[in-house]
């Protein structure tokens, strides 16, 4: 596949987060050969609210690895001038571990940090180890719960773009009700808070089969004002900008005609 539009994989993990594999050059090699003009590196950050001695080394890099992370994509970013390599990180947010995240991204120079919501209080709702305990949930209130921490995160300030916004039917659960309202309310406070959403294409790789978000959620992001930008979920460097055109067509059918890129946390456009 090679990709003639101008267009940014923001989303890209590496083996340091215990569960992706191949080296970072790989990916960037990926990248290159796939045409793609700009790429980031948006690892999983350490389970930072734990302590140290409970947090799963297959779900996040360690703390040890951190700078290791950051220099390794500096590195590959003066080593690779034909394309622009961007420094980001995946990082969850938790209730109550505000100033926690804060002192670490503060660290860091980074191009722009990914907000992501895989846990529900202890439960890592996009893990297929813990699947089973949808069950204990009301499915639409499960949906309410959920977009609910997506938007406390979205206005905490912490992040630039929401990771894959509608994690939350990964597993194929299905709210029975019509979404239309709760999208609404989603968008426009979204659209309040200043944040970004991306599409994310490794939602058609999971149960649900679908991309992130659902193209009614994405057309209410687009009307509310929300601005999108574009990412794979690579876990491993084949998956480098892959199913981008169906993305480009899902941006596209939500009437998006420019995706967001990112610089030094500051924000410009390009059009798709
Ligand atoms: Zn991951
Ligand atoms: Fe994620
Ligand atoms: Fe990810
Ligand atoms: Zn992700």
Redesign the pocket.
Known sequence: MTISLDLVDYHI?TAR?G??RGEMAAYVERAIRAGLPEMGFSD?IFLYWLPSDQRDPELAMSEEQFDGYVEEVLRLRREHPEITIRLAVEADFIVDQEQTLKAILDRYPWDYVLGSVHFIGDWGMDDGRYVSRYDEWDIDALYEHYFDLVLRAAESGHFDTMAHLDLVKKFGHRSRKDLVDLYARVAKRLAAAGVAIEVNTAGLYKPVGELYPHLDLLTACRKAGVPATLGSDA?APEEVGRDFPLAIEHLRAAGYERIVAYEGRRQSWKSI
């Open positions: 993990h987060c569960h992706a999983h876990h």
